[in-house]
């Protein structure tokens, strides 16, 4: 067994002891490896593994390896910022995209969108706890948001996307990840039918199932450290 399959089945099992204690079932809880900086042949030993969903921060980087391993049924993320003028790289190479927080980016990946591959999944990235550093959409504004993707023809408004500041505690963390699930209630008070709250990373994974989380984005507990290189 290699490193990444034996990180792998460690984070499974984190996973379903995290769902036995709040009294989830495991299954519902999608597991996402974020591969960014790390290369092609580590997506494949995770791929070897079981695992089939992988997210990409970096959008060049994620379609250069999404092209090196077209022959493999893998399903791709962007979890990252998009600026406008990587609108369409996203659009044309990913499945799914977790860092919509704003209308001109979402018009621009419907448009963009090829007639020939499915709808592109959607969630809107809110930030949660109002941290200064991080990118999102206001709570208060998301309903508005969720509104106008949902007018779009190309895409399909999954649910909801969260990155909160680092939390001192298992009860803090457990604590805003309660507010994302709660906003997300609330929008489905509106008819707005999501299904998907992607937060929870390796350090919170246990917090997140906790408060509802059904997509965790894992990385370094199942490829090891990053080397980011010099600044």
């Not at 250069?64 to 391993?69: D, S």
């Amino acid at each position: 067994m290699t490193m990444i399959a034996d990180n792998l089945q460690q984070v499974k099992q984190r996973i379903a002891q995290a769902a036995e204690a709040c009294q989830r079932d495991a299954a519902s809880i999608r597991l996402l490896a974020v591969s960014k900086t790390f290369p092609a042949q580590a997506v494949r030993e995770a791929h070897a593994a079981g695992q089939v969903a992988f997210g990409e921060n970096y959008i060049q980087e994620g379609v250069e390896k999404i092209a090196a391993l077209a022959d493999l049924p893998l399903e791709w993320h962007c979890i990252g910022p998009i600026q406008s003028n990587k609108s369409r790289l996203v659009a044309e190479h990913f499945d799914w995209v977790h860092s919509v927080d704003r209308l001109k980016i979402a018009q621009r990946l419907s448009d963009q969108r090829p007639a020939s591959l499915a709808p592109l999944q959607v969630c809107i990235q809110v930030n949660i706890d109002g941290g200064p550093t991080k990118a999102g959409v206001p709570p208060a504004d998301a309903l508005e948001l969720a509104r106008q993707i949902k007018a779009l023809p190309r895409l399909n408004l999954r649910g909801l996307m969260t990155i909160p500041e680092p939390a001192p505690d298992f009860a803090a963390a457990c604590a805003v990840h309660a507010q994302a699930r709660a906003l997300m209630d609330a929008l489905n008070a509106h008819g707005l039918g999501l299904d998907t709250l992607s937060m929870g990373m390796s350090a919170d994974l246990d917090a997140a199932v906790q408060s509802g989380s059904t997509l965790l984005r894992v990385g370094s507990a199942i490829f090891g450290g990053r080397n980011y290189g010099p600044a």
